[in-house]
Every structure is written in structure tokens, then in C-alpha cells.
């Protein structure tokens, strides 16, 4: 036995639509919402019971976008400008020998619809329509760990740019979506600290799109689209 | 795309020689030491690199030894008496769709041996030899929730058992496996909570078997035999 074969238990449904703006970590982005969906042999509702118990569960999810990439031993983490060079193992990039993602999310509710019972989670950092291969509760006083040293992710810990975004611009979006896309925004989704402050970014997010340029720790919102318009 | 196939990229070994006395959880037991030996494809330092600034890893793992049987919607925790049927994805039970552990353990340091750079890591509690599929730095804004609320892991965060075992039988055992044979013990090794006080149980750990009696929350070390001994 050399291998392992994973089945796709459920997909993650939400507003990332595309690749670009999400989030690196799970949980910076606190409001979006996704909703978990299982498929056809895993719609079972009593492998859910209890689980409305516990406030926080771990996903395992596949890195689908990055499929069919060789994982490299070495990478760049954005967060270090692209410069300098980490062990894949002593990072959470997606191009790793297994591509499996690993996420903390917040459960809201468990909900009966007429897809089955679905999971309702806050802060799930994940492109829609990822695969999930598995649910665990998150158990604190086994994953709980306060006093972890964290390495160069303590040092960016609380970096975040500073949003400016007209009144007019902010009500093209609803209301429910403004915050979850100034939370993307603060996060920085530009490629690897790319400086140009000329340059401007296009970012989906919920049927918007953002245009936006950055110029030292600043991110001024130049555009808003609905783009659901017909 | 239906299925993920996982390459093992490395086999964690420790002093867990038998399934029977592995706590339920990482991190119970947290002086157990266990090597982290990479397999030949992936045997390279770089991707180890700066892995040591970090004190905390995940590892997923492969919960081999039940790879055999099928998964079932419902586990009867053993915390629970094994009478409350509880959904799977609210257990970490190793009976689920994809038989995936995940345990966050304590790095103590990378070594090079003549096996390659190995990782030496405490509280892991897994059987020695177990497939490693993934290791991930444990970051702390994503993974740390100490507000959590964990349903009826909460109620047994803090069960354990009274250990009695006299100066003799401790004296059998090396200096530096005492604590971990003793953490394990309080952790109450007995399936599901049977309840005969008359039964005498054994367990081995490290090269020794233990047996034991429990009567309500005393466990008594009975014998301790080093089994290593030709």
C-alpha cells in the first residue's frame, strides 16, 4: 500500500468565484459565508448529528486549482515579497506532494434543503466548488495552541493595508457584501507584493468587480462593477 | 475528477508498538517521542528548510490499521460510555470517509541521520509506522481558537484516572519512559469505559507491558514485565 484514494465527500459553495483576492489563510476573511453541500453517496444525515455542538470545524479540501502542478521543495511565500525561499513543508502552499488544504471554519448552522443537509460555515478561505474530503470537529484541548511559535507567519501577523473606497462606489455593492470585500481588500491579494502604484487590479468577488491600485500601504478602490447585470 | 490519489511521503516511528493504549487524541500524552523518517522520493532537505522556526506541525496521516473496514454516519465515541451514537464528522474517529487522522504535535528539532533529515516531534500519538501523507507549520491566527466550543469533547477535557503503581514495578521501567507509561495510564486505555473491576488489562509501550485493574477512577498497575529482553 503506497497510496491512498480519497473520495470527494462534499463541495464548498461561496463568492470567490475566482482565484485572485482569496485570502491565503483561512479565517482572515471572517464574513464570508459558504455553504457545504455533500454529494450523492455522502448525503447522510446522521453522519451529522451533534455536529450543531462544536463552533469550529477543520476542513481537508483539495487544492483542485493546482492539480496537475509537480510540487516543488522549495517555494516563495507571498507574504516574504517572492524573494525568499521556505521548505514546502514549513509552509501551507498549495504545491505540496499531497494537495490537500487544511482550514478552520466557523459552523453557523446545519440546514435542511432540498440538496440535503448542507453545513453553513463563516471564514472558509476556499475557491468555489473546491472537493472536500473531510469534516472534523475542532477539538481545543488538542488543537489549541496559544503559545505556538509560528515563524515568519508570526511577523505578518497584523499586516494589513488600509482600504480607501468612495460612499459611491461602496453602495453599488449590497450591503451584506461590503465588508467581506473591504476584508479581502486589507489583505492584500496583490501577486507577491508587486509595487507598481500604477498598476491597477481587477478582483471578483459575489458577482462585483473591483478595480483597485496600491500605492505604499494604501489600496485605493478606483471601480466597482455588478457584473450579475444582464 | 472523482478521487485524490495520496502518495505516503513519510512513516512517523515511536514507542507505540500496539494500537490498544494510544490516547484518542495528540497532545495527551506529550512525552512521547516519536522520528519523522522521509521516504526515498521525498528525502530532500530544501523542503524542510526554516521548518525548525516554527514549534508547532500538523501531520495528516493515514489511519492505517482500519483501512480495511467501512465507514459508518455514526460512531459511539468511547468518552461517551460507547452507548451515545454521535455523527461521524462530529468525531475524530478513524472510521470516516476518507481515513485521514490530523494531530498537531511539538517539533523538537530536525536531525540528519543516515536515514536523511529526520523530524523528532513530541505528543504525537499515533502507531509507530503510520503512513504521513502531509506536514504543515501550525499557524497561529488561523489555527489557534481558544474560544472554541467543542461539544461533548468539553465535558471530558479533564477525565482522568488515579494512577497507583508501587516504587518497584516503576523501577522496571527506564527513567525517561515513567511519565509517558503513566500519562497513557491516566488516560484510561480501557475500551469504551468497560467497567469490571476484576479484569485485568495489559498494555504495551516501549518495549514493556504494563498490566493494570480499574475500579472507578483508580487505576492499579498490577505487573510491568520488559518484554525486550531476550
Redesign the interface.
Known amino acids: 500500500?503506497?497510496?491512498?484514494?480519497?473520495?470527494?465527500?462534499a463541495r464548498i459553495y461561496n463568492d470567490y468565484s475566482h482565484k485572485f483576492g482569496i485570502p491565503r489563510?483561512?479565517?482572515?476573511v471572517n464574513e464570508n459565508i459558504s455553504t457545504i453541500v455533500f454529494e450523492k453517496d455522502?448525503k447522510?444525515e446522521?453522519?451529522?448529528?451533534?455536529?450543531e455542538?462544536?463552533?469550529?470545524?477543520?476542513l481537508?479540501w483539495?487544492f483542485?486549482d493546482n492539480?496537475n502542478k509537480e510540487w516543488t521543495?522549495?517555494v516563495r511565500p507571498p507574504r516574504l515579497g517572492g524573494n525568499k525561499?521556505?521548505?514546502?513543508?514549513?509552509?501551507?502552499s498549495p504545491f505540496?506532494?499531497?494537495?490537500?488544504g487544511?482550514?478552520?471554519v466557523k459552523l453557523i448552522k446545519k440546514e435542511k434543503t432540498k440538496n440535503g443537509t448542507v453545513l453553513i460555515v463563516k471564514g472558509a478561505d476556499i475557491l468555489s466548488g473546491t472537493?472536500i474530503?473531510?469534516?472534523?470537529?475542532?477539538?481545543?484541548?488538542?488543537?489549541?495552541?496559544?503559545?505556538?511559535?509560528?515563524?515568519?507567519?508570526?511577523d505578518f501577523?497584523d499586516y494589513s493595508l488600509t482600504v480607501e473606497i468612495s460612499e459611491e462606489l461602496l453602495n453599488i455593492i449590497q450591503k451584506d457584501k461590503q465588508q467581506v470585500i473591504i476584508d479581502i481588500l486589507k489583505n492584500d491579494p496583490r501577486p507577491s507584493y508587486q509595487n507598481d502604484p500604477n498598476r491597477i487590479y481587477g478582483m471578483c468577488y459575489g458577482g462585483y468587480e473591483i478595480k483597485f491600485l496600491v500605492e505604499n500601504s494604501v489600496l485605493t478602490v478606483k471601480n466597482v462593477a455588478n457584473i450579475t447585470k444582464p
Open positions: 500500500m503506497d497510496t491512498l484514494n480519497l473520495k470527494i465527500i489563510q483561512s479565517g482572515l455522502f447522510n446522521d453522519a451529522l448529528r451533534d455536529i455542538n462544536f463552533s469550529h470545524l477543520w481537508l483539495h483542485s492539480d521543495p522549495c525561499r521556505i521548505g514546502v513543508f514549513a509552509t501551507r505540496r506532494p499531497n494537495p490537500i487544511l482550514s478552520s472537493p474530503f473531510d469534516i472534523k470537529p475542532y477539538i481545543k484541548y488538542t488543537d489549541c495552541h496559544p503559545d505556538a511559535v509560528c515563524g515568519f507567519a508570526d501577523q
